[in-house]
């Protein structure tokens, strides 16, 4: 596998760019990554490659990877709040989809599949998130499990609705669910329950989209299979033939013992924070509040950070929209957010050897939030931290034509909205679903009230929407 002529990495996310497989790679591998309007990913992709070419890819523009005609494209999300993105590939005649962790409008899985050809022989959804929500939220038990529910059927819901636009000839779910092999997180592996956990095994997320979307081919696969697209045929990897999700808790206690000591490195390698922690906090968020005026507008509320262990404290961070601020805590603010972190991984933040969405992304956080609304801004400003991407995100939204209109029905009323969704563009024609005077977007999960176009679960613009 690391024999790589070329490879392709999607995003910043540890999950997707290992710096471990970078390093052992052959110096002539050159590696592809999308171009994004920050920097963030390019520079950290730069630190990693060591000599090897890192070579930009434009939005849909074929990039040749031979003299036989093949040739691969990235598509990212329309919305540049979020830097994933697929990768189209074109080798010998036959067209690969490889979603990654990009959710893609419809429209962009069609336009796709148009230009592999009007074929895509192979199309990879990934159909569970790493995602922090609702895993690391303080929830109560039985909220927890509506919410968990909820997110996993939408998540399955919208992949059947982006595979039965292209209908590929082989369609396979891949990734998840996170699982967690240090103790201090080990109690998070209850997302691991095959029928109530937040985000599905490839096995389960496979029988759940054949019973939904029968038509279709689905496959999945372990590592070591490999799959002739020439014939359709799988050959499976016999060792990975004799793994089943169904024993995945035995397999933890084996792959915990067996990363024991690297992880024991890790924890070693971020100390207790010293003196000053607060200070450097301040400072810190003094510079992200100086990055953009519209996230500030956005964000518009008080954040508690708990940073526990030595040296740490209960910090307040007022997003408001005339100037950031940051408090000790007091018991006359009632703040909206609350991250508790232990003050080793904040300190490795503040000081730039891990990015907020890296902490994030290894759910060492326990959040809280009243009212229980998504705040897209607040993880906007912590993950990118840089101007340029910031201002790409504003453009975007200031800009958004919202001159083509569709009309809904719902409980016997019409209503006149736009057909993309103003979060992030999708089609709200083929990718949405209306009930209960609501119009749930399934690219993201955001639903608007359809008589006052309010976005009911986060903080997003609201859709014009007229009862006709
Ligand atoms: S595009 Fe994100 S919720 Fe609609």
Redesign the pocket.
Known sequence: MLDADWIAVSHEHLDHFDPWVLERLPERTRILIPHYPGPAFRERMMAAAGGRQVIELPAWEKFPLDNRGSWITAIPEL?PMCHDAAFLIVADGRGILHCNDA?L?AAQARRAKHLAGGTLDLMAVQTSGASWHPICYEYPAEEMARISMDKRISKLRSVQRLVRQTAPELAVPFAGPPCFLDAEVGHLNWVLDRREGAFCDPDVSAEWLREHLPQQRWDYFKPGDVLDLDTGECTRDPVSAEFSFADAGEYLDRYAADRAAAIAEVIAEHPEPGLGLYDRFAAHFAYLGGLSDYFLRQIAMVVRFEVTGPNGGVWDVDFAPDGLTVAHASPDVRPHYRITAAGRWVDAVLDGRMAWEDLLISFRVSLYRDPDVYNDYLVGLLKHANAPALTAVEEYETGRDESERITVECDGDRYDIPRY?P????DLSVGAVVRDGRIH?L????AFDLATGECVNARAANLTSHRV
């Open positions: 919305s959710r409008t969704c979060h992030a563009g999708e977007c690219a993201h999960n955001f």
